[in-house]
């Protein structure tokens, strides 16, 4: 059991280990933000993912207790890093892009990002003169 649990840790660091070198590595070289935006939140993830589950069956074969801190971060790691991608994703359409350069949304509503609520006195073209209500 104990040479299983050795072998199971060791592969799952090793694997961790490339994973995580291949995300900093695409952190390092994909050449803007959105592309770059992939490396850190899927490859590096699964690194430390898989880091923190071979600490889990060393403390449960090795030390004789489970450690339920390893499932929370690992839990909190793959919740959180989708949600702040997404955050950074939309700053930057905001900050970078517009409507016009995204390509067709591919549906009958536009993108959520740009479009205005039915409801949002807001100016869609800021170059347009302000729309007074009467």
């Not at 069956?57 to 390893?70: D, K, N, P, R, T």
């Not at 991608?85 to 990002?113: E, V």
């Amino acid at each position: 059991m104990a040479m299983l649990a050795e072998a199971a840790v060791a592969g799952l660091l090793v694997v961790a280990g490339v994973f995580g070198l291949v995300g900093s590595y695409g952190l390092l070289k994909l050449p803007d933000l959105m592309t770059r935006l992939h490396a850190p939140t899927k490859a590096t993830t699964l690194g430390v993912g898989g880091v923190l589950i071979a600490s889990m069956i060393h403390f449960a074969v090795f030390e004789g207790h489970l450690s339920f801190h390893e499932l929370l971060i690992t839990l909190f790691l793959f919740l959180t890093a989708p949600i702040t991608a997404h955050f950074i994703a939309k700053a930057w359409l905001h900050r970078n892009a517009r409507a016009a350069d995204l390509p067709p949304p591919g549906g009958a509503k536009g993108w959520a990002t740009f479009e205005a609520a039915p409801d949002d006195h807001r100016r869609s073209d800021p170059a347009a003169p302000p729309k007074h209500e009467a």
